[in-house]
């Protein structure tokens, strides 16, 4: 990829630790894009394996930002976006590989909706190529996040623009202004639901995007940290849905909407039991309380945007669930969810 033609300069974003198997798939796929004024910059974890002389080997034109540590997915996102010279940015998982038009279709989605401060890509199983990963992120009551379309059959539902809450943070598009201003990926995550988190403070800013079904990426899923129940991906997704209850949902929802909250943290707790994460599980419980303090500090912030009035979010949040209760009724037998199941029959 090379820095020419019309069009926005787009900066994709691609963190990556210890990843070489996958990020070698994801550069290749980037070589090939039709929309060419882009910029590919990798932030590199401090890995151990050989992701800094695959990316040299395979795209010798990207720009390599080596860390000392281990930053997670939001601060390694945060380093490239410094040092991004784009417009807009491109956040890539190192497991994902894109469609050769990706960025045409982005750009495209960007000219119809000038408005946008971010725009939800299209992204498939990279194993059944037919099947949806994410077609956009809806927001539940539950303070849960709820892919769009997931475990579906591609159909033409998935293909037309809409808005929709928040993308799926393993591809999407950022518009650079917007994100500086709400403060970037929150670091705190680490990795899992710092992209729900950044939703929800976009959305708590007034900032809205949309849904743009032909740009299109498959994602391997998990690939890189040990999949949905390893004993990393256990420990942060405990701890960081409990903060993101704690950061960004107003006072007079959590009154409101306690009995989905319980519902959705006892329903993941069953699913670690199941799966014999309990200490993972009880790592994760632990390791909210350094971080309340925190925490508390940047809800402070967060009242700041809602502006006096935590309405306007609340009913956003309201209108993301409706949404995803239309996307699940539309196939409810397609779903594997247990939880999803009895959520949609009793709220």
């Known amino acids: ?25 994801c550069l290749r796929s980037l070589q090939q894009q039709t929309y060419t004024n882009a910029e590919i910059l990798v932030v590199d974890n401090a890995s151990q394996d ?12 990207a720009t390599i930002l080596v860390q ?56 498939m199983d990279c194993s059944d190529r037919n099947r949806v990963y994410s077609a956009g992120d809806c927001f ?26 928040a993308p799926c943070g393993c591809a999407a598009i950022y518009r650079k202004s917007v994100i500086q201003a709400t403060g970037g990926f929150d670091e705190h995550f680490f990795a899992y639901l710092e992209d729900v988190e950044l939703g929800l403070r976009l959305s708590a800013a ?42 960004s949902l107003p006072g007079g929802a959590l009154w409101r909407w306690w009995p989905m909250i319980m519902a959705a943290q006892l329903s993941w707790l069953l699913r670690v039991l199941a799966h014999g994460k309990l200490i993972s599980y009880l790592r994760g419980l632990v390791s909210v309380i350094p971080l309340v303090a925190a925490m508390l500090r940047a809800r402070s912030r967060m009242r700041g945007l809602w502006g006096g009035s935590s309405r306007h979010l609340q009913e956003i949040i309201l209108q993301s669930e409706s949404m995803a209760r239309d996307d699940f009724h539309a196939a409810p037998g397609e779903w594997t969810s247990v939880f999803l199941k009895w959520y949609f029959r009793l709220f």
């Open 68 to 123: 000392s540590s281990n930053l997670g997915f939001a601060g390694g996102i945060n380093a490239g976006i410094a040092a991004a010279r784009g417009e807009w940015i491109a956040v890539l998982n190192n497991d994902t590989e894109v469609a050769e038009d990706w960025l045409e279709q982005c750009v495209s989605a960007l000219s119809r909706h000038p408005e946008a401060a971010f725009i939800a890509c299209r992204i």
């Open 50 to 61: 050989s992701s800094v002389e695959a990316i040299k080997k395979v795209a010798p034109e």
């Open 1 to 25: 990829m090379q820095e020419r033609g019309s069009g926005p300069l787009i900066s994709v974003v691609i963190p990556n630790y210890n990843g070489a198997a996958y990020l070698v798939n």
């Open 140 to 165: 539940l009551r539950a303070g849960i996040g709820y892919r769009r379309g997931q475990e579906r059959r591609y159909d033409a539902r998935y293909r037309r623009d809409i808005e929709i809450f």
């Open 206 to 247: 007034g900032q809205r995007g949309c849904y743009a079904g032909e740009a299109v990426v498959y994602h391997h899923g998990g690939a890189t940290s040990g999949g949905e129940f390893s004993s990393l991906a256990v420990r942060l997704r405990t701890r960081n849905s409990l903060l993101l209850i704690l950061k």
